[in-house]
């Protein structure tokens, strides 16, 4: 069992920046590719961001390229999203997840899920 915790949402205006953090439970953490999903009011879970066991390779929404990052950090178990040029519509909830095994944009392959962390951006 892998239990993950993001941090680091809350308020920002319209252009301005934030990064989230998800903390993982175990070291076995570095074994698993880890993702960034986010669901507005009224709307699907949708994909966001990827990175693979090692960091190596990465994959973004067309959403979001350009303005986020991922990135993570084995020894602190921990992933990061690097969000800038935030935009309104940037407002969700985003869950950290999961996945054995390589890279996925769908929701229904994680494993292990956190419960989520806001962002509202302000126009």
């Known amino acids: 069992q892998v239990q993950l915790v993001e941090s680091g949402g809350g308020l920002v205006q319209a252009g301005g920046s934030l990064r989230l953090s998800c903390a993982a439970s175990r070291r076995t953490f570095s074994s698993y590719a880890m993702h960034w999903f986010r669901q507005a009011p009224g709307k699907e879970r949708d994909f966001v961001a990827a990175i693979s066991w090692s960091g190596g390779s990465t994959y973004y929404a067309d959403s979001v390229k350009g303005r986020f990052t991922i990135s993570r950090d084995n020894a602190k178990i921990t992933v990061y999203l690097q969000m800038s040029s935030l935009k309104p519509e940037d407002t969700a909830v985003y869950y950290c997840?999961?996945?054995?095994?390589?890279?996925?944009?769908?929701?229904?392959?994680?494993?292990?899920w956190g419960k989520g962390t806001l962002v509202t951006v302000s126009s």
């Open positions: 997840a999961a996945k054995s095994g390589p890279i996925t944009t769908s929701r229904i392959d994680m494993d292990y």
